[in-house]
């Protein structure tokens, strides 16, 4: 399964972008890609946005390394 990284940088997105596109602060997302701690809900808004750049579902468990709460 690919990283929050991988992810990101496969759409060509900045972590600025990624955290525009899921509405949380840039900080928020340079940490869930550092394998920081997030809640359910962070996690659940970096799929949806990662969902609506590749047009496709991607869930949370097929985000590797997500540290969920």
């Not at 972590?15 to 869930?32: D, F, G, I, M, W």
């Not at 920081?36 to 985000?63: C, H, N, P």
């Amino acid at each position: 399964m690919p990283t929050l990284k991988q992810l990101r940088v496969s759409l060509g997105w900045t972590v600025t972008r990624l955290a525009e596109e899921s509405n949380l602060a840039r900080q928020s997302v340079a940490s869930a890609e550092k394998g920081g701690t997030v809640q359910a809900t962070t996690a659940k808004a970096l799929a949806d946005a990662l969902s609506k750049g590749y047009g496709r579902e991607i869930m949370v468990w097929q985000i590797e390394g997500l540290n969920i709460l």
